[in-house]
């Protein structure tokens, strides 16, 4: 049976580091601010890295990085390469899809699709760029899945286009190593872990709903991620790359989750 444990006086360095947070918290812009909470949800275990006499903003900033560091290695290893997400039949499609992005619908990067060749670098064997006309010839897949946004709602999309394992193994990449990094035409950038990478239903999206992914979407494309986050899956994709050299990513240099799936 568990005993109900007695009630302790707050001590002077929680207030402290309570009033830092608050203050930091305040000054905030979204979404960092949207970051700074969803991060101080694990803030439990901050006396255990770092004492109770934490004044300084960067202290603060430096034990929250801990702490998400701390998560990505957990996620990580909970992470099965073998477990699928639910899939969903086309009637449960959400129409029109959300569009999701750091910037506005009036700014989305326009890709012209003569003279577009994607930039294949790093641990890969075969670097030649790569235009769409290859990537179409490529065996497809579709799939229906979910987008689960950070910022909390989701949508079903029917995505189609390359498995992103078929494309790794054709370029001759090294599927040891640690990480897959994307940069983007709307200056956007990410990363992710090689099993994330290698899992079936990671997809080079190609196509939206059966036609060419348009540019709300992420024109030329997408990689289309349901085990991840939609902060994860990079749009307007214009170079991969392969490294064992941590890559980061626009949000995740934030504060956000690195990991960001499940």
């Given at each position: 049976?568990?005993?109900?444990?007695?009630?302790?006086?707050?001590?002077?360095?929680?207030?402290?580091?309570?009033?830092?947070?608050?203050?930091?918290?305040r000054h905030l812009e979204q979404p960092?601010?949207?970051?700074?909470?969803?991060?101080?949800?694990?803030?439990?275990?901050?006396?255990?890295?770092s004492g109770c006499g934490i004044v300084e903003e960067s202290d603060?900033?430096?034990?929250?990085?801990?702490?998400?560091?701390?998560?990505?290695?957990?996620?990580?290893?909970?992470?099965?390469?073998?477990?699928?997400?639910p899939t969903y039949p086309d009637s449960m499609i959400t129409r029109p899809f959300p569009f999701n992005a750091y910037y506005g619908e009036d700014e989305i990067r326009e890709v012209e699709e003569e003279g577009y060749?994607?930039?294949?670098?790093?641990?890969?064997?075969?670097k030649h760029a790569w235009t769409l006309a290859e990537l179409r010839a490529m065996p497809q897949t579709d799939q229906v899945t979910r987008h689960i946004c950070v910022e909390g709602w989701s949508a079903i999309g029917k995505w189609g286009g390359v498995?992103?394992?078929s494309f790794l193994r054709r370029v001759g990449a090294d599927l040891?190593?640690?990480?897959?990094?994307?940069?983007?035409?709307?200056?956007?950038?990410t990363s992710i872990d090689m099993p994330t990478a290698l899992h079936p239903q990671t997809l080079l999206t190609l196509t939206y709903d059966g036609q060419p992914l348009p540019p709300r979407y992420g024109f030329p494309m997408k990689l289309r991620m349901p085990t991840k986050l939609g902060y994860k899956n990079?749009?307007?994709?214009?170079?991969?790359?392969?490294?064992?050299?941590y890559p980061g990513g626009y949000w995740e240099d934030q504060g956000y989750n690195w990991f960001g799936g499940s």
């Open positions: 049976m568990f005993k109900k444990p007695s009630r302790q006086p707050i001590a002077h360095g929680d207030l402290v580091l309570k009033d830092a947070l608050k203050d930091m918290g960092m601010r949207r970051a700074f909470l969803q991060r101080t949800l694990s803030l439990g275990g901050l006396s255990l890295l603060v900033e430096n034990a929250l990085m801990k702490v998400s560091r701390f998560n990505d290695k957990a996620q990580a290893f909970l992470f099965d390469p073998n477990r699928l997400a060749r994607l930039e294949v670098t790093g641990l890969v064997a075969d498995p992103f394992s040891n190593a640690k990480y897959v990094g994307f940069k983007c035409a709307d200056d956007y950038y990079p749009k307007h994709i214009q170079a991969i790359f392969v490294t064992n050299t």
